[in-house]
């Protein structure tokens, strides 16, 4: 009965390899976003996705692409890896972000090593 | 631009001690405030929440955070912490419409059994 679960776990690779990590959720929810943690454990937002549709793009670099085939879907897409791409990349979901119960639910998230 | 503050990075406390983790926020408008724990290894899960109403909010585990408006704080805290307390912690602030969590820089705390 996982809530949101994220694959692979581990995901270790070559500099200049294009990666994919996916995510799903269970939840009904409308939204879902990507998050990364740095080697100093600070959490920063990537991209946010409202049934399908692009609500946050932070400054993120154009090598990052999500796709979100239905609401309960949003993966992450690394073009051209970078050693400053090593991170743990969360997803998350919540209901409408609008709405008071918007509380946001992570996954377990996805260890990213570039060598 | 928003932004979250946690004033102490690492704290060590004995178990039993009280516990109390700060977090400042900058935005001026409506916020929602969050903590949120990840556990060695483990994913963030949520410890409390304030939308509104009451500013002393009651959390999981025995925890509880109080909004203070004028201070722009919304500070954690715990009476007596266990050693399974051990864990790094995160004060989140909600703006806008977007959803977006604005995190601070994190706590981790350490609890000697």
């Known amino acids: 009965d996982t809530a949101v679960s994220q694959t692979p776990k581990y995901l270790v690779t070559q500099m200049g390899n294009d990666k994919s990590i996916k995510c799903e959720q269970n939840?009904?929810?409308?939204?879902m976003y990507w998050y990364k943690q740095d080697s100093k454990k600070f959490l920063k937002i990537m991209f946010s996705?409202?049934?399908?549709?692009?609500?946050i793009n932070e400054t993120v670099p154009n090598r990052f692409s999500p796709k979100s085939p239905d609401k309960a879907h949003l993966n992450l897409h690394i073009n051209s890896l970078e050693l400053g791409d090593s991170a743990v990349y969360f997803c998350?979901?919540?209901?409408?972000?609008?709405?008071?119960?918007?509380?946001?639910?992570f996954g377990p998230g996805t260890r990213l090593l570039v060598l | 631009a928003q932004s979250v503050s946690q004033h102490n990075h690492h704290v060590i406390l004995s178990e039993a001690a009280s516990l109390e983790l700060g977090c400042n926020y900058s935005?001026?408008?409506?916020?929602?405030l969050f903590w949120y724990v990840q556990y060695p290894g483990q994913h963030l899960q949520l410890l409390l929440k304030?939308?509104?109403?009451?500013?002393l909010v009651k959390g999981i585990k025995g925890f509880e955070a109080e909004f203070i408006k004028s201070k722009f704080s919304f500070n954690l805290r715990k009476p007596s912490v266990q050693w399974s307390d051990t864990a790094e912690y995160f004060c989140?602030?909600?703006?806008?419409?977007?959803?977006?969590?604005?995190f601070g820089q994190g706590t981790t705390l350490q609890v000697k059994p």
């Open positions: 998350a979901s919540s209901q409408d972000p609008r709405a008071v119960m918007g509380t946001q639910y």
């Open positions: 939840l009904g929810h409308d939204t």
């Open positions: 996705y409202n049934n399908k549709e692009l609500i």
């Open positions: 935005y001026g408008g409506t916020v929602n």
């Open positions: 304030y939308f509104s109403g009451d500013p």
């Open positions: 989140a602030v909600r703006s806008g419409n977007t959803g977006k969590l604005i």
